[in-house]
Structures are given as C-alpha cells and as structure tokens.
C-alpha cells in the first residue's frame, strides 16, 4: 500500500555553506624590520600570499640591487605561515640558512637582500610587536650584538662602579681589516654574512657579564666591536684580545660555499682599582686610537 499525504507540498531548500577555513581570519602575524632600511616597520601578514621583493606591484617593497623584482612570497594558512623563494638572484635566508621553501616559527629571523625580519605570530600580537621595538633600541639586527647606545649606557655605568668600588675595568674595540675590499670584492651581503658569523663566533668566548656590541657611526672607519670588561685589567684584558685575535686570524668564514679569511686589529682602553677613571668618551677615545695604533703597525694585532 502506498502512503500518501495531504498538505502543501514542501520544497528542498539546498544552503551552499562554504569552506569554514575560507571564513576563518588569518593567524595573527606580520614581520618586523630589524635591520636595514624603515628599521621598526611592521608589515601585517593578513592576507594569504604576500610578495616581496624590487618591482612595485609587491605588497612589502625593498628597493635594493640585491634584491629580485619578485624574490620571495610570504603564504598564510589556519596551519603555517611559509616563505617561499621565487627564483631569486641572491636568495632568501631564515636564521643565516638559504631556503626555498620553509615555515616559520614566532622569532625566525628572514633576510631578503641587506634587509632583516623578525616573524612574529600568536595571539597578543600588538604586545609582542611593542616588545621587539622595545629591543631594538639595545640590540644590532645584523649580529644580535648590543648596539652602540647599549654600549655607551654600560659604560658610564661600569666606571663609575669601578671608581667607587676601586675595581678594574676594561675596554677592547676591533675593527676587521679591510673590510671594504672584503665587500668589493664579493658584494655587501657577503660582508654582512661575515660581520653575522663573527659575532656568533666571539660571543662563545666572553663571560656572562661581559658586553658585547656593534658600534658603527661618523668617529669609526667601518665596523667596530666592542668588548667592555668588568672586574678586568689591562694585562687579563689583553690576554683576552690576543685569544680573540687568534680565533678570527685561524677561522673560515662562508658565504655560499665560498670560504672567506679575514683578521682584526684591536685596541684596548684599561683602568686598575686604585685610579679615578676617566669619562665614558675619553676611555673610548683611548681604545680608538690604540686599533689605529694596530692598523697604523700593519693589522692583525693588539695595542694598548
């Protein structure tokens, strides 16, 4: 028997609901400019492909020559950020390592050309953002040293300590020889690679107290670093720069796969305890012109 029924007929009503990772937002993220050029600019990654690279049409623009008109792209999902190298000229690097393709974790460090990021994602990204402007007032984005004004900082502080308690204090400043030819000779991104790997290489060799800082600007002829030495005399401290002068004189640098020798000349500024110390820019001067002393002596050594 067949059943039939009475009543106004009723109508399939289809609803189309669309893909719920199509209506979801876009994780929270974007990428921080930690050296180079608009130093602290932050561009949001709330899009699913971001491109960077020379040519106008992209959405994060670095006017470079050692950057490609299309270089990379940044691709967000709900599961990763990536970035992804397009074929560029001179490659694109996460943490110092060329790449082609890889997801990035919240503090990566990407490198385009001369310019870096920080990548930072999660969920309070406003905090994290004011956080990282924060640092760089007191961190170099090329070799995560501190920087300059760092420096200066620990040093009014460090001497005046010295001088009140009657403890020694030391200050090393090395300049790399010949730079300048090191960057004609094999461009400025190699340059940069080395001045990153040497900084890696000589922080494994200072104490926990010890600063270590990029200091770059109109009174140095390039790039200095600097060592400021609490608890330290003149002879520790020289002892100390030798030791550093030999690991950079013995050591390989590489900047895609071609291997780079260079050496430092260095100059130290020392107070024993018993002596009121100068002022911060007197003990500096006085590290400055002993590392001419040194390049003045034929490179590759310590005065002072």
Do not use: W
Request: overall charge neutral; aromatic content about 8%; proline content about 3%.
């Amino acid at each position: 028997m067949n059943e039939v029924r009475f009543g106004r007929k009723q109508k399939t009503v289809i609803t189309v609901i669309s893909k719920i990772a199509e209506r979801q937002a876009l994780p929270a993220s974007c990428l921080v400019v930690i050296y180079g050029q608009d130093l602290g600019r932050r561009f949001l990654l709330d899009r699913p492909e971001v491109t960077v690279g020379r040519a106008a049409s992209c959405e994060i623009l670095l006017d470079q020559d050692s950057v490609s008109r299309q270089h990379a792209v940044i691709r967000s999902s709900l599961r990763e950020v990536t970035v992804k190298d397009l074929g560029s000229t001179n490659g694109s690097y996460v943490n110092d390592e060329l790449v082609q393709e890889r997801a990035l974790r919240d503090g990566d460090l990407v490198k385009i050309g001369r310019t870096i990021f920080k990548y930072l994602s999660g969920t309070n990204i406003e905090a994290s953002y004011h956080e990282e402007i924060y640092r760089l007032t007191t961190v170099d984005g090329l070799t995560q040293t501190f920087n300059r004004r760092y420096l200066y900082e620990q040093l009014a502080r460090e001497l005046s300590r010295s001088t009140r308690y009657s403890r020694p204090l030391s200050l090393v400043l090395f300049d790399i020889d010949e730079f300048g030819k090191l960057n004609h000779d094999y461009g400025h991104l190699a340059g940069d690679s080395v001045l990153a790997q040497m900084a890696g290489l000589v922080r494994k060799n200072i104490r926990r107290e010890d600063v270590l800082a990029r200091l770059n600007g109109d009174e140095f002829d390039g790039d200095v670093f600097a060592f400021l030495l609490p608890e330290t005399d003149g002879p520790h401290a020289r002892q100390f720069a030798e030791k550093v002068r030999r690991i950079i004189e013995t050591h390989t640098f590489t900047f895609e796969g071609t291997p780079l020798k260079t050496s430092i000349s260095m100059g130290i500024s020392a107070g024993s305890g018993g002596a009121e110390l100068p002022p911060p820019d007197v003990f500096m001067k006085v590290a400055t012109d002993n590392v001419a002393v040194s390049k003045r002596l034929g490179r590759n050594r310590v005065a002072g």
